[in-house]
Structures are given as C-alpha cells and as structure tokens.
C-alpha cells in the first residue's frame, strides 16, 4: 500500500490491459497497477487472472456498466482520501466502448489528476493492420443492436470517406455484416479482425457482398469490422488501372504531365483525371 501524506492528493490511473495476449502489458501498467491503493475493475474475477499472472495483490473494487453511477462516487472518496486509483476494463483501454467515462469526468471535475497509462485498444490495433487508415477514420463503436435502428445509423455514415471501424458482438456479426453491405454497398471493401493477439487471429479482407459467405466459414469469435470509406464522385466511373497510374506519376511530375500521361497511358478521359488529380492534391 501507498504511504500518503494526509492533505496528498489521489490521482486515477486509467490503464489499458492487454485484449487477449498477457504479454501485451506496458512495464508502466504494471508499475502502476503494482503501486496503487486500489484497482476499479469492470470484472473483479477477470482482472483477478491478470494480477496473478504477473503477481499482483492489490484491493480490487468491482466498477460495471451498471453500477458505475454509484461506484464512482466510492472512488472519488478513495481519492478524496489521497489514495490511488487504477481503473481497468476486462480488455483493452478502459473508457472505449467499455465503463469509465463517468468516472473519468466525474474525477476530473472533482479537481483530481486523471492520467492514461496507454496500451492495447482493440479498434487501433485491427486499424493498424487494415492498410485503411490513410484517409482517417471514425471510430463507430457498437452499432444499436435493432436492425432497424442500426440501419437509420448507417445511412448517415453512408457518404464518409473516412474508415469506418465497428465492433460487434460474436452473435451479431452476421447481421451487421449484411446491413453494411446493404447499405453501404456491396462493393466496398471489408476487413475483419477477429481474435486478435489470441491463438485464433484472422484478418481478412474481401467485398461487404462476400462477407456474408467469409464468416459462415468462420468460428466465432470478437470482431472489430472495418470498412473503407465512401468513394468521391470524381472517382466514379475512373478505371482502377487509370487511378493506379495516376497515382504512381503524381508524385514524380507536374500535375498536368501527370495527368496528360495518364489518360494516354490508361485511355481514360483526360478531364475526368485531372479533377481527380486536384482533388487528390487537396487545397493549395
Ligand atoms: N475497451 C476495449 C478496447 O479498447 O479494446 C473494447 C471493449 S468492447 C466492450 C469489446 C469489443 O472490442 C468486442 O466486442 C470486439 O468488437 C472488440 N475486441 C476486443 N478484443 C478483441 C480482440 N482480441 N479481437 C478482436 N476484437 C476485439
């Protein structure tokens, strides 16, 4: 336990675990997790696990969807007290998709430190391997589970050029997979990171129209699903061939040779190209 002074002030760690491999655990994090008065955890028996395995007693409070309201009032008593406190989910960074927020704010508007003790999150880990994320991406979380409801929030996610990145509970992901397609299209491209750092691992890119056949020949598993954003209408209708050849002289010549040797090159419309080009190059 912590000596504290008496008029020392507690601080809330928020500290992210590992989302399946236990080697996936900062030295920091467990530095910390080691040195507290007190651990809040989503699941007092999974993160119970965790500690053993690297050898860890500290006191353990139970801090949950449902009774985070209340509990984050005994946390700010423990800090009011100068103690300090981690906070933890079952996986991944706390706070994300997952209890905390309240906590987080509430302590933060009661005058206490809050610090991040940075780590594994699901949603940038399956990001980091997509090869999407050149154009930015916006983190969708869990959709409603209403197909309905799911549907009407897609609509509006529908004209993004940002990737889109979702999780998906294991009995759900058929449905949301059919919904993208639906209503994204079918062409757009999809990837699936299931099971990641566990023994299971699978990333695997295909059309949302063939996603559907992809997972029924897949166990169960978490997701994180990410899809490429939308397509600018200037891309239209620009044969893929005509785009990759644009893209490999862009950097290399003046924007109109590019696009001067490109239509030659692709027989595409020169026009066409060329506002594609500005648009690539962005404002000046
Ligand atoms: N806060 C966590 C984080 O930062 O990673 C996310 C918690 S959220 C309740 C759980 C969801 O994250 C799962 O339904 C799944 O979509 C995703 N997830 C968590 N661990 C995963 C893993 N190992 N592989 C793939 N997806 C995972």
């Not at 080697?23 to 989503?42: G, N």
């Not at 969708?140 to 897609?154: D, H, N, Q, T, V």
């Not at 099971?195 to 699978?202: D, G, V």
Request: glycine share 8%; hydrophobic share 45%; net charge negative.
């Amino acid at each position: 336990m912590n000596m504290t002074s008496p008029d020392a002030k507690g601080t809330l760690y928020v500290v992210a675990t590992p989302i399946g491999n236990l080697r996936d655990i900062t030295l920091r994090a467990l530095d910390i997790l080691k040195s507290v008065d007190v651990v809040a955890a989503e699941d007092t028996r999974t993160t119970s696990g965790l500690l053993k395995h690297y050898g860890i007693s500290v006191r353990l409070v139970s801090l949950h969807q449902h009774n985070e309201r209340e509990k984050s009032e005994a946390v700010l008593a423990y800090l009011g007290d100068g103690k300090q406190v981690a906070l933890v989910s079952d996986a991944g960074t706390p706070a994300i998709s997952d209890p905390g927020s309240h906590l987080v704010a509430s302590a933060r508007n009661a005058g206490f430190d809050v610090l991040p003790i940075p780590g594994p999150s699901a949603a940038i880990t399956a990001l980091s391997a997509s090869g999407m994320s050149e154009n930015g991406f916006l983190f969708c979380g869990f959709l409603p589970a209403k197909s309905a409801a799911r549907k009407k929030a897609l609509e509006s996610l529908k004209i993004l050029p940002q990737a889109l990145v979702f999780f998906e509970a294991p009995h759900r992901i058929m449905d949301l997979a059919g919904d993208l397609s639906d209503i994204l299209g079918a062409e757009r491209t999809v990837v699936f990171a299931r099971e990641l750092t566990k023994l299971y691992e699978t990333i695997h890119a295909c059309r949302l129209g063939e996603a559907g056949q992809w997972l029924s020949s897949q166990q169960r598993g978490e997701f994180v699903v990410i899809v490429e954003g939308a397509h600018s209408v200037k891309q239209e209708g620009i044969s893929e061939e005509a785009k990759r050849v644009l893209e490999i002289l862009l950097p290399d010549l003046p924007l109109a040779q590019a696009v001067k040797l490109a239509a030659r090159i692709s027989g595409e419309n020169r026009n066409s190209l060329y506002e594609l080009a500005l648009e690539w190059r962005g404002p000046p």
